[in-house]
């Protein structure tokens, strides 16, 4: 089993960044892929990023080019770099992660992050 613990969330104006990071209780390195999701008030969780263990990264569209996942399988950290936030990115996110490409086995328990106007 794996604990994951998020921070750095927070409140900051739209056009801001934020840096949310993820810390493991243990080894990630062998873990496929770390996710971070959210899911705003009202609506459904999304997928936002994902990482797989060979540095694979996908997106959801309505944040490409503005946020960047990466991992240290060194540190057990997972990060999500947020730049140019927008109202409409606030949400609770959350870190997950899966040992195959369709499961989430693990989920932390969540950081807030909202973007004033």
């Known amino acids: 089993q794996v604990q994951l613990v998020e921070s750095g969330g927070g409140l900051v104006q739209a056009g801001g960044s934020l840096r949310l990071s993820c810390a493991a209780s243990r080894s990630i390195f062998s873990i496929y892929h770390m996710d971070w999701y959210r899911r705003a008030p009202g609506a459904q969780r999304e997928l936002v990023a994902r990482?797989?263990?060979?540095?694979?990264?996908n997106y959801a569209d309505s944040v490409k080019g503005r946020f960047t996942i990466s991992r240290d399988n060194a540190k057990n950290m997972v990060f999500l770099q947020m730049n140019s936030l927008k109202p409409e990115d606030t949400a609770v996110y959350y870190c997950s992660g899966g040992n195959t490409y369709f499961a989430n086995d693990y989920w932390g328990q969540g950081t807030q992050v909202t973007v004033s106007s």
């Open positions: 990482i797989t263990s060979g540095g694979t990264t």
